[in-house]
């Protein structure tokens, strides 16, 4: 899962980009609303965390400028203030969801991937997938009810080929899920890597990933 971050309180930005991360988040930041446009017009994002009150004005102005330009992409919306009416425009506005700051890091991670599955339109916390059972919430895969051990980066992997089974994924895009913009010193080829432990790691199950030379990988599940 990719994300943008847009907060303007440093030390906050820093400290929820690293736990997002350590989650197995891609999260990029900005720290005002250009800064947001910026990486908006080169970027495809999964969620976007928006603060409200912004140094060059107010995050519910870039929502709804990108919902009029039909940019769907689930949108939370954060505040230090509590205020009824802001949560209704925001929401009449186009927003997803709403928090109020301070707010538990936890928290902030429930909803956000809460999005990202309501999104993806699979809501099934479980998903079997031959001998596989794959559970993206608890972040738990098992081969025939026996514990397979992921890193953070190969299971967003899994989760981004397995909910898109079926269907071949360019490494561009995998790219874009797994790493972030400040990640520059890791080239395009890091997912032949991935790919390639997540290939051992399933070896024996039922499902397996394809190379489709020139065009990217694609998991099917045998049967």
Known sequence: MRLLLVEDTLDMAEAISIRLGQEGMACDVAHCLDEARAFLDVQRYDVVVLDINLPDGLGTDLLQERRSMGDRTPVLMLTAQFSVDDRISSLNLGADDYLI??????????????????????????????????????????????????????????????????????????????????????????????????????SGSSVHIETQRGLGYKLDVDG
């Open 101 to 202: 700051k301070p707010f538990d890091q936890r928290e902030l991670e429930a909803r956000i991937r809460a999005l990202y599955r309501r999104e993806q339109g699979d809501k099934r916390h479980e998903i079997r997938l031959g001998n596989l059972t794959f559970n993206p919430s608890a972040k738990v895969l098992r081969k025939d009810d026996v514990p397979i051990t992921l890193t953070r980066r190969e299971f967003t992997l899994l989760e981004m080929l397995v909910r898109n089974r079926g269907k071949v994924m360019n490494k561009e895009r995998l790219f874009e899920g797994l790493f972030s913009f400040s990640d520059t010193d890791v080239g395009l080829n890091a997912i032949e890597l991935y790919i390639a432990r997540l290939r051992k790691k399933l």
